[in-house]
């Protein structure tokens, strides 16, 4: 069976955030991930997952201000020294706190910018910082979000993930698979997964359209999950929804997966 993390920056928001950790614990999952946890001492941090036994997944590099129209900073050319803070901040948090993946979002096309300086910008900018995460071990992903919920994204769907991947480099950068952004994008999840799985890093999930809950849209969980285990998948997969409910009530996709 898939190992479930729960993002915790999407779920059990009804708590402060160091209280979702025993949250989780206590729901039934394994590990955690959350995106931006910079305003909170990482040690504390690393007490809660001690103390309920979680294994702390990934977490993001600084990537702005969401509501003003920033998505990261790694393909956006004269950002560069923004981004090089934001890695050293990241890498630090993840080393002290345990994590051994951090994702990385590649920003929105400036106007006045054609695309291809920007991918050139953020090959650059992300062969840098993969370099730097090697030297402790730590990986790298790249993730695709769709263009409903953030136009003009860099990155959009797998081809692309791949093609820029690819022309990197590095065998600590890898795909950040979300089955909602590829859903709305592409489809196809379980055929692109099979064909991606040596480059998939993580994989994250909600229903598509809507991203709430598994059973809110139009996605197969049940397939998809069982998928995931004939393929022997070792990673960890990522609830990363919006509950539509309480979060402990949305939670009838992970008890029927564990009642098989």
């Known amino acids: 069976m898939p190992r479930f993390a729960a993002n915790i920056s999407f779920l059990f928001t009804e708590l402060p955030f160091l209280d979702r950790f025993e949250a989780a614990a206590n729901a ?41 129209g920033d998505w990261g900073f790694a393909g956006i050319p004269g950002r560069e020294e923004t981004f090089r803070l934001c890695v050293i901040e990241a890498m ?38 993969a370099e730097k995460f090697a030297e402790f071990d730590l990986t790298l992903n790249l993730e695709a ?18 093609r820029l991947i690819n022309e990197i480099g590095g065998k600590n ?12 994008m592409e489809g196809a999840l379980i055929d692109t997964i099979r064909r991606l799985l040596p480059r998939i890093g993580h994989i994250q999930f909600a229903d598509a359209p809507g991203r709430g809950e598994p059973g809110t ?36 996709w992970m008890k029927a997966r564990r009642s098989r």
């Open 145 to 162: 979000l769709n263009t409903q919920d953030v136009p003009g994204f860099l990155i959009s769907n797998t081809r692309d993930a791949m």
């Open 217 to 252: 849209g139009q996605i197969d969980f049940p397939a998809l999950f069982a998928h995931l285990n004939a393929l022997r998948y070792k990673g960890w997969v990522s609830a990363e929804y919006r509950p539509s409910v309480r979060t402990t009530d949305s939670l009838a």
């Open 28 to 68: 039934g999952f394994e590990g955690v991930e959350f995106h931006y946890p910079f305003e909170f001492d990482p040690l504390e941090i690393r007490l809660r997952l001690d103390e309920y036994g979680l294994t702390p997944v990934l977490m993001n590099i600084r990537a702005g201000n969401h509501a003003r």
């Open 92 to 129: 630090e948090y993840a080393l002290e706190i345990g994590i051994r993946q951090i994702n990385c979002l590649a920003g929105v096309k400036p106007a006045e910018v054609d695309v291809r300086t920007c991918e050139l910008t953020l090959i650059d900018n992300v062969r840098r910082a």
């Open 173 to 184: 950068v890898m795909l950040q698979y979300d089955c909602y952004h590829m859903q709305l």
